[in-house]
T-cell receptor, first 117, second 115 residues
Framework: GAGVSQSPSNKVTEKGKDVELRCDPI?????LYWYRQSLGQGLEFLIY????????KSGLPSDRFSAERTGGSVSTLTIQRTQQEDSAVYLC???????????????FGPGTRLTVL | DAKTTQPTSMDCAEGRAANLPCNHS???????VYWYRQIHSQGPQYIIH???NNETNEMASLIITEDRKSSTLILPHATLRDTAVYYC????????????????FGQGTILTVHP
């Protein structure tokens, strides 16, 4: 079946502009995650959605970052007033979440490469 | 979450077994060991996970020491396509016994498989 998809695959923007990144999770997956990976760095957790529960926003680096998940499916990560340090690959993952049983495997999308000039 | 320690890089000859170690000496009883890998320019890919017993699937085997303080991921017959960064992650279960939530990635091990 179809995996996690993300769009756009690449985004170049100017400093100060807002950007929206989209994630389409695997159908039926109730949990959705956003991570980012800066050049030469490991993956950094940003936010986690589980069903209709309040999201875990503990990884968002500043209030310029926000995310929503509409209808329990598609998610959008928004970065306002982008800065050069926001340049990174933004990865989305989904999983069965609470329905995943004892353990819950996350499936990652290909990522969106964001470049802020 | 428990911290993991992995070697920065390893080499392996094609067709040989690749044994990737991971130290997780502070692991607690409610934490699983997960392995993911990331091939260049792709998102991470799940490989295998375990609690205390050794596990095997079509991709790899996971050997966990009896005290659970370390583990080894084994790729039995490494190919050039196995060249990637391999991440060992310890992830807790919640009170209900399910394991879900954010994954904390370290720097991982860069495995290079050469001809």
């Amino acid at each position: 079946g179809a995996g996690v998809s993300q769009s756009p695959s690449n985004k170049v923007t100017e400093k100060g502009k807002d950007v929206e990144l989209r994630c389409d999770p695997i159908s039926g997956h109730t949990a959705l995650y956003w991570y980012r990976q800066s050049l030469g760095q490991g993956l950094e957790f940003l936010i986690y959605f589980q069903g209709n529960s309040a999201p875990d926003k503990s990884g968002l680096p500043s209030d310029r970052f926000s995310a929503e998940r509409t209808g329990g499916s598609v998610s959008t990560l928004t970065i306002q007033r982008t800065q050069q340090e926001d340049s990174a690959v933004y990865l989305c993952a989904s999983s069965l979440g609470l329905a995943g049983g004892i353990t819950d495997t996350q499936y990652f999308g290909p990522g969106t490469r964001l470049t802020v000039l | 979450d428990a911290k993991t320690t992995q070697p920065t890089s390893m080499d392996c000859a094609e067709g040989r077994a690749a044994n990737l170690p991971c130290n997780h000496s502070t692991i607690s009883g409610n934490e699983y060991v997960y392995w993911y890998r990331q091939i260049h320019s792709q998102g991470p890919q799940y490989i295998i996970h375990g609690l205390k017993n050794n596990e095997t699937n079509e991709m790899a085997s996971l050997i966990i020491t009896e005290d659970r303080k370390s583990s080894t991921l084994i790729l039995p017959h490494a190919t050039l396509r196995d060249t990637a960064v391999y991440y060992c992650i310890v992830s807790p279960r919640n009170a209900g016994g399910t394991s879900y939530g954010k994954l904390t990635f370290g720097q991982g091990t860069i495995l290079t498989v050469h001809p």
